[in-house]
């Protein structure tokens, strides 16, 4: 059995996994307000009546919100007793078992290149998660890019194109992460937001863009096709960088299939001719993947 946990900031959901990454059973509590030690200790009451009722020990992997930094601690996540802890250190001490751990969006594409996923035995692939912030994870030869202090896949944080700024006349807004001009601040749901009020729309949630744009208002329309350039963009750049054979587009945005099938079309105007273009597909395991991609980390699983 393999257990997969995914830890978010207001859930915790533990999953039982088969070798085929068939869900056998699941357990979901809210996220307690305690610091990290207790924290990790009742996610290990979980685990121990999973393996009570599976009669066997499980393989454990944990996916967590945020960068996990060069030290296997977790920076700017919404789960503030996880933070700063040095969870390569203390997480197999805690389950009593060896743990694998990585950001959420690592997880979510390790379950899409895997049976059933969007991406299943691609070995070349990468997540794009377009939801309250993008986030991102790539497989390269069949195996999770970690990379150099865990940044591998962060494309969220590249920055706007000089060209787009001045395409949209977009200013260069501050990013969470410290940064000026993040892609991120642009193109995700709140992004999208921005970009609608930008181009004259009022809103304050990106299901008020969506009403209007079903609608036909000029202004969604506007700030519709920006993001959908700086999408493609984006994607040409990672494109460019990893070649991968598929780009798998999870969170919020995955639920717009109108919108994601523009992104093909998108993409391609930012490449060179004659250079071998990624399927663009959404998610299709949706929030589920989360879950099963921290067990199949936990498990060592490749393509
Ligand atoms: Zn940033």
């Known amino acids: 059995m393999h257990y997969g946990i995914d830890v978010g900031g207001t859930k915790i959901e533990l999953g039982v996994f088969d070798s085929q990454w068939q869900r056998l059973a699941t357990w979901r509590e809210a996220t307690p307000a305690a610091d990290g030690p ?3 200790a009742r996610l290990a009451a979980m685990v121990a009546v999973a393996d009570a009722q599976g009669g066997a020990r499980g393989t454990l992997g944990l996916g967590l919100p945020g960068v996990i930094d060069a030290g296997g601690r977790l920076v700017a996540a919404n789960l503030p007793g996880l933070r700063e802890l040095p969870l390569a250190a203390s997480l197999s001490e805690h389950f009593d078992r060896p ?5 959420d969006s690592r997880c979510f594409i390790l379950s899409e ?36 202090g865990g940044l591998a896949g962060e494309w969220g944080h590249l920055p706007l194109s000089a060209a787009a700024s001045e395409r949209y006349h977009l200013p260069r807004l501050a990013c969470g992460c410290g ?9 995700s749901g709140p992004g999208l937001v921005t970009l609608f009020r930008h181009f004259g729309g009022e809103a304050e949630r990106a299901e008020t863009w969506y009403a209007a744009w079903q609608a036909g208002d000029p202004a969604a329309e506007l700030a519709h096709r920006c993001h959908v350039d700086l999408i493609g963009e984006a994607l040409a750049n990672v494109t460019k960088l990893l070649a991968p054979a598929a ?27 004659g250079v ?17 991609g921290a067990a199949m980390l936990g498990a060592g699983a490749c393509v």
């Open 38 to 40: 207790a924290l990790l």
């Open 99 to 103: 743990v694998a751990f990585d950001n």
């Open 113 to 148: 290149v895997g049976p059933g996923g969007a991406a299943a035995g691609e070995r070349y692939a990468f997540g794009a998660i377009l939801g309250t912030g993008a986030g991102g994870g790539a497989i390269v030869e069949g195996r999770l890019l970690g990379g150099h």
């Open 179 to 187: 940064l000026h001009g993040c892609l991120e601040r642009y193109i």
């Open 247 to 273: 780009i798998v587009i999870g969170g919020g945005l995955s639920t717009l299939p109108e919108v994601v099938a523009e992104l093909p079309a998108a993409l391609g105007r930012h490449l060179f001719p």
């Open 276 to 292: 071998a273009m990624p399927r663009v597909v959404a998610s299709r395991l949706g929030a589920a993947s989360g879950v099963r």
